[in-house]
């Protein structure tokens, strides 16, 4: 027997019985669960049972299983494609692995692994679909074990379901293009209207959706999905998101969605980069919107990859007025938005009983003019405020708010880089909020949380904003994670 740990030595396999004669020799409670098991299957059983016990009796008689009720004889493995031994006597079941073996025949015999040709596995029968559990006797308690989970993870509904998709697989290679749109086509069949009006009992319905998948499947449509990639950490990524990737033929990605995340996509996917990082040459808005107007007109399914939360500073609203306009079909799907990720990383209330109840999201960037943005009125009657882009705008945002009548004393705290193992944290005040527009080192996108919610923050990790303004950037990042 082969030592090498990471192979198998009984590789499994699924034999055709429809219809075959399977032998087991025995009388007992071991050639009972023998017939069970092969019960699951279309083959003809042949029990050969001298003696029966009443429980196998009672089964034969139940499942019409050919019963023969003679001693063992060789003869009585005539025509079997696969024999079992278990008939709890040594020497009688190794003269049946002999006679089977002799005829070319497969044998288990029931415990004795060296008169085996084969194991039977642990199973879970979703007829067609079928999975296979072996240990290679390793324990069959392991095996159960493992059975039992999958047995649960496997909704009933998925035999029937893959029946109906056994049925229709010749109309959908017919009708359905190869490719793309036939590999949606079995994943809307398998997650969508056919797998849930299955679900519900309803074998017609089921086949009714299915029919109309295949005909719109069979046009080519397109199909863009605006879709939040979250502040970066490839875990806070939603499983709708995922399985959009996963289903993608063209992957278009802003500059702040980490490579890890662009890389979660189908393996085959195209990947755009259109940039949008500052200083970095990059496609205009007009020209990402032609894109995916062009990219959805050649029926592809496109993922817009945002930072965050797409309709968060995302200029989705542009992109789906030209995907309207188009009439071309589109789904928006939410992302963490940074600031979430920026409070939690900061153990940040955003609203706190008593203190604050409502919750800004803004740029800063409309402070220049010269009237006061309605945000500003609510930061001075206690809102927490979120500034995103705000680090070049910091001493605008602080003198402004001053001006207005905040205190320079509200508490403010600083992430860079929210979500991710490289963050950093900052806190202070609003008075110490201008140093933040010196700071060179701080590379990675910013996230500024002004309020006084800020002061339910749990601080621990975070440095002072002031004084680090004339420390060097060789400063050890904040790496807690
Ligand atoms: N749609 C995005 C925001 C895009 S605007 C969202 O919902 O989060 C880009 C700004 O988002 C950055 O300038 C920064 O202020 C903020 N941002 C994005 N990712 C961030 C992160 N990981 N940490 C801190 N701020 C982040």
Redesign the pocket.
Known sequence: MSKNATKLNAFPIFMRVAGEAVVIVGDGEEALAKARLLGQSSATLRIVAPAPEPDLRDWMREHGATHVAEAYDAAHLAGAVLVFAATADEALDRKISDDARAAGIPVNAVDRPELCDFFTPALVNRAPLAVAIGTEGAGPVLAQMVRARIDRLLSPSLGPLAQLANSLRDAAERVVPRGSARRRFWNEFFTGAPARAIEAGDALAARRAATQLMTHAAAVHGHIALV?AG??AEDLLTLRAQRLLMEADVIVFDA?VPEAVVAMGRRDAERLPVGKRKGCHSKSQAEINALLVALGRDGKRVVRL?????????RAGEEMAALRDARIPYEVVP?????F??AADLELPLTLRGVSSSIVFT?GHDLKGATLPDWAKLAISGATVA?????SVAADVASRLIAAGLSPDTAVAV??????TG?RRFHGTLADLPSLEDRTDLT?????IIGDAVAGANLERSRPLATQRLVAASEPQDTDA
């Open positions: 939040g502040p970066g702040l945002k930072s965050g939360d797409p309709l968060v500073f995302g992302g963490v938005t940074a600031a990720a920026a740029t500034v995103y882009m705000g680090r992430v860079e880089n929210a979500s991710l963050r990675g996108p910013v996230m500024t």
